[in-house]
């Protein structure tokens, strides 16, 4: 039997069969993925090929195969550096959510995931969340940012569950697809997902007063199949992404600005930071790229972990510190 994983706790796994039913599947033996050094070799998202055998009165799934995936969504491992985690498979597209405050969304977190999901062909599109609670200098911090990425080629939009602003848009464009929704915890994922769609009534927590930072409440990521022709995959909240084997030299490939800018270089292998004659720098200079974007990339570059000191600023960008 062919089905997808629906949802994975690390030792089991729900799969929806092609006829509908769902099976709790475990894995036969060990699996190892081409390449991939995983703490899960199966995700959500996931193209399964399983049997079913009966234990006494029950009847448990084995997973025999993993299909081939179209694209995959992977990190870091939090405690595991030199292995990594896939978040979900077979992702049409996703939905990054960013607050300015309560709790943070710095941009080289926003800059990490764009990059990854470049990589792997995944489109992502930037929604400015809880757009309903800011006051002036706030919003003209998500008007900066939507400047910068849509510029650049990303989609952006403003959104609030609570308000009901722009939730309908956010439905069209789900429309026919499997989205998968991430951000910090705290963001308001799990909200966005029950204002979408009020029927799954998943949990939510306040955020924490202590730390103004969001609370786990999704503890693994789970796909939905919601009643509009659309599927989608909410995960547990993100502190920070490790960018996972992406070459020096490709990684300004990756920036969309930059690769603009790549045949413009005096040097083919050109990784803009100390040649001369760089298309790259001499735009920056010129102040038609974001210094935020050109500081991600320098962090990423020499292998720096993602730290709040590149938080966004937008009274100065300009300061290249």
């Not at 006829?19 to 959500?44: E, L, M, Y």
């Not at 990190?75 to 597209?93: E, G, M, P, W």
């Not at 100390?274 to 292998?303: D, F, M, N, T």
Request: aromatic content about 10%; overall charge negative.
């Amino acid at each position: 039997m062919t089905g997808i994983v629906y949802k994975s706790t690390g030792s089991w796994y729900w799969v929806k069969s092609e006829n509908g039913d769902i099976h709790q599947c475990r894995i036969k033996g060990k699996f190892r993925i081409k390449g991939i050094k995983s703490t899960n070799p199966i995700a959500v998202g996931d193209k399964v090929v399983f049997d079913l055998e009966k234990k006494g009165d029950e009847e448990i799934g084995v997973i025999k195969t993993i299909l081939d995936r179209d694209n995959f969504i992977v990190r870091k491992s939090v405690n595991l550096s030199k292995q990594t985690h896939i978040i979900a498979a077979n992702i049409d597209q996703v939905f990054l959510l960013i607050t300015i405050n309560n709790p943070p969304t710095f941009t080289t977190f926003i800059d990490r995931f764009l990059v990854s999901a470049r990589a792997y062909r995944i489109d992502v599109i930037l929604v400015f969340n809880k757009i309903d609670s800011y006051e002036i200098e706030e919003r003209a911090e998500i008007l900066y940012l939507k400047d910068i990425y849509e510029a650049i080629g990303y989609r952006c939009i403003q959104a609030s569950s609570t308000q009901n602003i722009n939730i309908n848009k956010v439905k069209e464009m789900m429309l026919g697809k499997t989205s998968m929704f991430v951000g910090h915890s705290g963001v308001g994922k799990t909200t966005l997902v029950n204002a979408i769609e009020p029927n799954l009534d998943l949990k939510t927590k306040k955020i924490s007063d202590q730390h103004k930072q969001g609370q786990h409440t999704t503890t693994f990521a789970e796909m939905f199949d919601l009643s509009f022709d659309a599927k989608i995959i909410d995960t547990p909240g993100i502190k920070g992404f490790g960018v996972v084997d992406i070459d020096k030299y490709e990684l300004g490939d990756y920036f969309p600005e930059f690769f603009a800018l790549k045949q413009d270089c005096k040097f083919n292998n050109c990784i803009h930071t100390k040649e001369p004659h760089c298309a790259v720098k001499e735009a920056l200079e010129a102040e038609e790229i974001s210094w935020s974007r050109y500081k991600s990339y320098l962090q990423i570059l020499e292998g720096e972990e993602e730290t709040e000191h590149f938080r966004t600023d937008i009274w100065h960008e300009d300061d290249n510190e």
